[in-house]
């Protein structure tokens, strides 16, 4: 083999899961077809989950550098206040362009020792019972146990891996970019006010650095998506919808997104997988597609590591797909909605208004905002306590927090009984006794993701969960 994981696309999928296998040792190879990282700006945030997981890596100092927390928003848009207490010690939107996330997580995968090689184009693919090849365009030929394709919503694994993409594909599309105007920024702001009374789909907004951010509807879905807009299709546009071009000017990038939506029959198919865009496409409302890929990476790093180190169970793999699955399943039904509560038809308008009552009732309103945040997550792992299978918020231990502990992308025994042990496990689990009163069960099991394994406080009952999730002891 010439590495363990080859890894397609370096977008923050494919290098947050890089970095995560890099965590156990994982010898891993990114490739990307472009050559150099692209400046377009598709997603502008991270929601509570992706906030907690980049704080359980010791990287979320970096994150806060170069973001702004804004206050949880509303559902579709809708205004409402922020529900009491989430469950979270990071209650906020932290706002930071899909670029800088890109450079940071990059950043951190290669400092990890991540192998990240530009230009290079897959052409094909084929597997065997020991592992998987893939051949470049230009005639290279690698060989790793495992290939994760994390290329995209046109994702060339996914084709050659022949998994299905079943869904429905984009009814509506719209034209980005940013730009720089001529117009003033007082004829901007009264425009774009008047425009979004009845045209939801439409904005133009600073950016920084003297540019603007525009998102206008385009007259109709592109035959080719992959073609980007020129900038006479997005003053045409803009005179349309808006009146107005604003005297848009020197584009530093301009894309079109639209709202299909897909998802993989499965995340697996032998030694090849799924993550990320390649596994599910959805209208880009509410801010979830960056955030459900980082979040599909965090599930699969340590399960994929324990595979090709040997010590992972029987189904621990296969188990990616059975929690990550049904989780895009609702997000993609979430996305969809949301997307039709901005339509200023008369039906969706009636559903919109009717919704605006509901979320003032307190647990409505929660409820939304925790499936959007996906802080509300809970994975079957047939456990009766209310806290399996949910992750854990970074509760304070002592002087200082869990997520503090959690850096190394271990699993955690965070036990206030001080009776209980990890023998056996010790290269894979670490343990921590402490007590604190954020916490109330006797002890918790976590996975490296944060998710709850097992409570309890019976030795005997720990052992016989332990291997479950980490193997045999040693």
């Known amino acids: 083999m010439d590495v363990d994981v080859t890894i397609v696309g370096a977008g923050p999928t494919g290098v947050l899961l890089a970095a995560e296998l890099r965590l156990h040792g994982v010898r891993v190879l990114v490739l990307e077809r472009d050559a150099e990282p692209t400046r377009v700006v598709r997603a502008l945030g991270l929601h509570a989950r992706s906030i907690e997981l980049l704080d359980q890596r010791g990287l979320l100092a970096q994150f806060l550098a170069a973001g702004t927390r804004y206050p949880v928003g509303g559902f579709a848009g809708i205004p409402a206040p922020e529900p009491a207490q989430l469950d979270t010690a990071h209650p906020y939107l932290l706002g930071i362009p899909q670029p800088t996330t890109d450079r940071l997580l990059t950043e951190h995968a290669v ?3 991540v192998e990240i090689r530009r230009g290079c184009e897959v052409a094909g693919l ?92 385009a007259a109709h879905v592109a035959e080719d998506r992959a073609v980007p807009p020129t900038i006479e299709e997005v003053r045409q546009r803009l005179r349309v919808v808006a009146g107005t071009d604003f005297g848009v000017h020197s584009p530093r990038w301009i894309t079109r997104f639209g709202d299909a939506t897909r998802l993989a029959e499965r995340y697996r198919a032998g030694r090849v997988l799924l993550a990320g865009d390649a596994a599910h496409v959805h209208p880009p409302t509410g801010g979830q597609g960056l955030n459900l890929g980082l979040q599909d990476a965090f599930n699969l790093g340590w399960k994929l590591a324990g595979s090709v180190a040997g010590w992972a ?9 059975t929690e990550r699955h049904p989780v895009a399943a609702d997000v993609l039904t979430t996305a969809r909605a949301t997307a039709e509560l901005l339509s200023t038809e008369p039906g969706p308008q009636a559903v919109r208004r009717l919704l605006t009552e509901l979320m003032g009732i307190e647990e409505v309103n929660r409820y939304l905002v925790e499936k959007v945040t996906a802080i509300g997550v809970r994975y079957d792992l047939g456990g ?48 921590v006794v402490d007590v604190t009163a954020e916490l109330d069960v006797p002890a918790a099991l976590l996975r490296p993701d944060g998710h709850v394994a097992w409570v309890g406080d019976d030795q005997q009952d720990l052992l016989d969960h332990l291997p479950t999730w980490f193997g045999a002891a040693r």
């Open 111 to 113: 400092a990890l020792g």
């Open 126 to 217: 084929s597997q065997d019972d020991d592992g998987v090849t893939v051949d470049l365009a230009d005639g290279t030929r690698l060989r790793s146990s495992f290939v994760v394709g994390c290329d995209g919503g046109r994702s060339t694994v996914r084709r050659l891996a022949g998994i299905g993409f079943p869904g429905e594909p984009a009814q509506r599309e719209w034209l980005s970019g940013e730009v720089e105007l001529t117009a003033s920024p007082e004829e901007v702001t009264a425009v774009v006010t008047r425009v979004r009374e009845t045209e939801k789909g439409f904005g133009v907004g600073p950016s920084g650095g003297g540019l603007f951010r525009v998102v206008v509807p």
């Open 313 to 321: 169970p029987d189904g621990l793999l296969d188990s990616y797909q």
């Open 384 to 431: 009766g306590h209310p806290l399996v299978g949910r992750r854990l918020r970074d509760v304070a231990l002592g002087p200082g927090r869990l997520y503090g502990l959690m850096h190394a992308g271990r699993g955690l025994l965070l036990d206030q009984t001080g009776r209980l042990s990890v023998a056996g496990w010790g290269d894979r689990v670490d343990s």
